[in-house]
Structures are given as structure tokens and as C-alpha cells.
């Protein structure tokens, strides 16, 4: 029999636990937030079964909500505001159609699209009512651990399936407390496949998966790949199809992690940038989030924080 041992630092404590999921992970309250953390777990062969403190409060709490929820525009009254809805604008537009009159399609290398100014304000502001619901239920925005037990700098929530960011695979519910992925909004897709027929050099995807990143104005994301969708999908080149929302931010891309040698571009609220072919496996990050850049009317109707919401959509 095995003796398990779960230990937490001194600056957890263990009745601040929530469930224990597939990959030792944990969900602690610091500093009054929710955040997966690593547990460091030693096994030794001693004859008997045993599970300590930290084990035991876990499953005394497992009944317990596990989120706090994170919310995007804490000021805002959801019954004070008419509702603008994505699906009324949408409905005007055919299939292919851009969603505003001034969106400009730019080709930044082959099949990586940027569309400027591609979402309208009616939409971006639906889409960032309807994160803020989303986030804050089950399944909602959490702070990701990496392997090593360094954290994203990001609130993050997936949207069709789960992505674990330790794992690097996908599944149907978080990796810590076993929510489930929350559906991904039809208003959403429709946004992305519009985007996606109007870059007409990528095959349509039916996104399955939406991943929604919020930085604050200090908070960046290191140039990495984005490659734990499915061999085919990857091999096809499917696009992955990113909707910044809110503050300006300077996106890097290039062929290696070296961000010197990156290429920078702004993307601004509205905009699209689409990878998809050759360009899918580009090494990408967030490096500076501009302040106070957001158009004044995303503030003013939905009180959104300061900072930036990026939504990537993929096919599995
Ligand atoms: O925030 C962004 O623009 C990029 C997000 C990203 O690369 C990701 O979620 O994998
Ligand atoms: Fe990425």
C-alpha cells in the first residue's frame, strides 16, 4: 500500500482548498482569489493508507461552489441597460459579409489575415455581457498554473471544451474542480465564421472550442504555439480565428520564442486576426497591454475593466 502525502506552502491554507482534480491540482484562495495551484505530492511504501489534513478538507468541501467569480464589469447592472443583441446585427448580414462598413482586410503573411474593425460596437459589447455572465458562473474565469507552478498572467475560461493548460489537452470540464466547459454562445461562432468566410483563403471551420483570455494593463502572455488541437486539424492548417476586445494591445509574432526577433502589431478592439495554413503554428504572445486605449463607449455601456479580452476560436 501506498502512504500519499499532499503538502501545500505554509501560505495556503489548507481550509481555503477546493477539489482535488486529474493533475494534482488544487484550487486555493489568495489574497481573495481563486487559483489552481500544484500540489506537491510524496509517496512513500509504508505498509499503510493515509490521507492527511489538506486530503481530507478537500473532500469536506467538494459540496461547496469551487469558483469565486470573476467579474469582467463589476459596476455594471444587467436590468438598468437595454439589451443590444448579436444576433438582431447579425441577421442583416449575409454569410461573408463583414460586420462593419469600414473593416479593412490586411494579409500580414500567407494565410495570417488581420481584420481590422471587423466586430461592431453593438456586438463587442454583447459579446463582453455575455463573458461576463459566462464568467462568472461554473466553468468561469480562473488564474491557470503552468507545470512548473509559474502562473498565467490571465484570467482565462474555455468555452465547448476545457483546456488544461499542465495537461495541454482539452476535455470536457475544468482540469481542478470538474465544471464543465461551459457551450460556447451561437452568437459567438457566427461572429467567427463570418470572419472566417470573409478571409476566404481558409477552409470554414465549426469552432469547438473558445478560449477566453483577460489581461489587465500589466499582464502579457509569452510567445508560445498553439498546437494541442487535434493532429488533423493542425495538419489541415484549420485557423484559429483571435477577437481582441477593450484595450489596445501589442501582439507579437514570428518563427521562434525569440521575441526580439518578433514581428509587433496593434490589435485594437474590434479587430480579427486570423492563423490558418502555414502561418498556424506561428509562435505568438500579448506583450504590453495599452492603457486607457479602449473605445470610451465599451466603458460607458457595459463598464467593462480596464485591460483587454481576447476569444480564439478553434475546431478540435
Ligand atoms: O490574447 C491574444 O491575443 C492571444 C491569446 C493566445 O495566444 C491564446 O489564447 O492562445
Ligand atoms: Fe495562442
Redesign the pocket.
Known amino acids: 500500500m501506498w502512504m500519499v502525502w499532499w503538502t501545500l506552502p505554509e501560505s495556503h491554507k489548507p481550509n481555503n482548498c477546493s477539489p482535488i482534480g486529474r493533475h494534482n491540482i488544487a484550487r486555493v484562495l489568495i489574497r481573495d482569489q481563486w487559483t489552481s495551484e500544484s500540489l506537491t505530492c510524496d509517496v512513500s511504501s509504508t505498509g499503510a493508507r493515509s490521507y492527511p489534513l489538506v486530503e481530507r478538507k478537500v473532500a469536506a468541501e467538494m459540496s461547496q461552489p469551487s469558483t469565486q467569480p470573476f467579474d469582467l464589469c463589476p459596476n455594471y447592472q444587467e436590468s438598468t441597460k437595454a439589451k443590444t443583441t448579436i444576433p438582431r446585427d447579425h441577421k442583416k448580414r449575409k454569410a461573408g459579409e463583414s460586420s462593419t462598413k469600414a473593416a479593412s482586410v490586411q494579409h500580414l503573411r500567407p494565410r495570417m489575415v488581420l481584420l481590422k474593425g471587423f466586430v461592431k460596437p453593438g456586438d463587442q459589447i454583447e459579446m463582453v455581457r455575455m463573458c461576463r455572465q459566462l464568467g462568472k458562473g461554473p466553468g468561469g474565469f480562473y488564474r491557470p498554473s503552468l507545470k512548473n507552478g509559474a502562473k498565467l498572467n490571465l484570467w482565462m475560461m474555455s468555452l465547448g471544451k476545457s483546456w488544461d493548460p499542465i495537461a495541454h489537452s482539452y476535455g470536457p470540464t475544468h482540469p481542478f474542480d470538474e465544471a464543465q466547459a461551459p457551450t460556447i454562445p451561437d452568437a459567438f461562432k457566427m461572429i467567427a465564421q463570418t470572419a472566417n468566410s470573409t478571409a476566404s483563403e481558409y477552409p470554414q471551420i465549426n469552432p469547438d472550442i473558445c478560449i477566453v483570455n483577460y489581461y489587465t494593463n500589466s499582464e502579457k502572455l509569452g510567445l ?1 504555439q ?1 498546437k494541442d488541437e487535434s493532429e488533423s486539424s493542425l495538419t489541415k492548417g484549420l485557423p484559429f480565428i483571435s477577437i481582441s476586445i477593450g484595450d489596445t494591445t501589442e501582439f507579437l509574432f514570428g518563427n521562434t520564442r525569440d521575441k526580439d526577433q518578433a514581428t509587433k502589431i496593434n490589435l485594437e478592439s474590434g479587430d480579427i486576426l486570423i492563423l490558418g495554413g502555414e502561418s498556424r503554428l506561428l509562435f ?1 504572445g500579448v506583450s504590453h497591454v495599452k492603457t486607457n486605449t479602449a473605445p470610451s463607449w465599451l466603458k460607458e455601456e457595459i463598464g467593462i475593466r480596464p485591460g483587454r479580452i481576447n476569444l ?1 476560436f478553434r475546431q478540435y
Open positions: 508560445h498553439d505568438h480564439t
